[in-house]
């Protein structure tokens, strides 16, 4: 079975440009979490969605980030501007909401410079 | 609110011995638990869980967790390390009323030692 696939794994962009992070969760999941992680603030839920609708965005840090999930196998996480800051591994999970495990994709590394 | 607390940030140890990485956690309502694995560059794989019934979670690569709702704590063992379970290891917490959202806390990164 396919896990959560995230896209890019490794991404390299200038201060000031826009980032686009995907994801597309496992199939039949309905619940679906982007968490940052730094060695600072270690892993951090920026937002979680379920059945396609935003929930909790709390998490974002600032209206420079945004999130959506326009059907049930895709979403973005975007940054623009993007700021150094920003650099961190971003990571994006699924689950089946009336289940209790959430399973994570392999991250998408972002370096801001 | 919830929260974790992984009482140490490096846990060095020899090849073959035991080991225990510890985890708290702070809830006013039932909890589940869970302990994932980040091997280096990798994304997290989840070890265990409990979430109800026997307080002894066995999970994979022979790592086993004891939830002890009096202490309030969820400590991952070991009886064996091998070189292969380098890695950070994140304890978390969600219960019935987080809608999913996992508290994780700060890691402990095991160096296993030759």
């Given at each position: 079975d396919a896990g959560v696939i995230q896209s890019p794994r490794h991404e390299v962009t200038e201060m000031g440009q826009e980032v686009t992070l995907r994801c597309k969760p496992i199939s039949g999941h309905n619940s679906l979490f982007w968490y940052r992680q730094t060695m600072m603030r270690g892993l951090e839920l920026l937002i979680y969605f379920n059945n396609n609708v935003?929930?909790?965005?709390?998490?974002?840090?600032?209206?420079r980030f945004s999130a959506k999930m326009p059907n049930a196998s895709f979403s973005t996480l975007k940054i623009q501007p993007s700021e150094p800051r920003d650099s961190a591994v971003y990571f994006c999970a699924s689950s089946?909401?009336?289940?209790n495990t959430i399973y994570f994709g392999e991250g998408s590394w972002l370096t801001v410079v | 609110a919830q929260s974790v607390t992984q009482l140490d940030s490096q846990v060095p140890v020899f090849e073959e011995a035991p080991v225990e990485l510890r985890c708290n956690y702070s809830s006013s309502v039932s909890v589940y638990l869970f302990w994932y694995v980040q091997y280096p560059n990798q994304g997290l794989q989840l070890l265990l869980k409990y979430l109800s019934g026997s307080t002894l979670v066995k999970g994979i690569n022979g790592f086993e967790a004891e939830f002890n709702k009096s202490q309030t704590s969820f400590h991952l063992r070991k009886p064996s390390v091998h070189i292969s379970d380098t890695a950070e290891y994140f304890c978390a917490v969600t219960s019935y009323n987080q809608g999913g959202k996992l508290i994780f806390g700060q890691g402990t990164e095991l160096s296993v030692k030759p």
């Open positions: 935003p929930i909790d965005d709390s998490g974002m840090p600032e209206d089946y909401r009336g289940g | -």
